[in-house]
């Protein structure tokens, strides 16, 4: 079985997210996505709209999605790969270079976003929308 696994916040789900979610789960069998906890996101000064456990709920509930885990802090990337058997670490392409070092545990694939779609600018045309 080949195992895939990915990070992020996933807060206000989009065609992004599916189409990364979808094309990483077609490059193995089984997918497990860390997504952040709220007490990460404080760390990295982020403030999802959705609460984890919300987050994971709704992750659970996507076909492409095997298993959800928590992602706490940046270095735990290497035991999550060596602890669930990682053959495969997905990130989107604008994280491209940043996670080479994962090299030496599993393969590392950079995949493209989906071009015009983004948690951040939802955000910003919702606040847009709120101030006419």
Known sequence: M????TYGTFDLLHTGHINILR??????DYLIVAISTDEFNAIKGKKAYYSYEQRKAILE???YVDLVIPENNWEQKVDDIKEYNVDVFVMGDDWKGKFDFLKDYCEVIYLPRTVGISTTKIKADL???KNV
């Open 2 to 5: 080949k195992k895939i696994i």
């Open 23 to 28: 094309r990483a789960k077609e490059l193995g």
């Open 61 to 63: 509930a996507i076909r």
């Open 127 to 129: 606040n847009k929308a």
